[in-house]
């Protein structure tokens, strides 16, 4: 069965870093474009930034590009996301999953909850 375990939320200062995880079982995770959604409360589902398989080629949502970096360890069946200089605007539930149109490989996890708060 495939899972995901998101990691490393939290509670950060305006202008503040942050490093999530996510540690993926069950599947053959290097075959796997990944990618990092996040929910803010009372809102939809966001896409943040997606990573193909190899780790070559990331994509971010307009909204963090600059500040947030994807990245992808295949040894490890683990995914990261890198966040600087955060803003309110980011304070949402993050989570992950794998890509496989038209949806995702998997449910979805329980998240992180990243609070970006003075």
């Known amino acids: 069965q495939v899972h995901f375990v998101e990691s490393g939320g939290g509670l950060v200062q305006p202008g503040g870093s942050l490093r999530l995880s996510c540690a993926a079982s069950?599947?053959?995770?290097?075959?796997?474009?990944m990618g990092w959604y996040r929910q803010a409360p009372g809102k939809g589902r966001e896409n943040v930034a997606v990573?193909?398989?190899?780790?070559?080629?990331?994509n971010y949502a307009v909204s963090v590009k600059g500040r947030f970096t994807i990245s992808r360890d295949n040894a490890r069946n683990t995914v990261y996301l890198q966040m600087n200089s955060l803003k309110s605007a980011d304070t949402a539930v993050y989570y992950c999953?794998?890509?496989?149109?038209?949806?995702?490989?998997?449910?979805w996890g329980q998240g992180t909850q990243v609070t970006v708060s003075s």
């Open positions: 990573i193909t398989s190899r780790g070559d080629v990331t």
């Open positions: 999953n794998a890509v496989s149109p038209p949806g995702f490989l998997a449910s």
């Open positions: 069950g599947l053959t995770f290097s075959t796997y474009t």
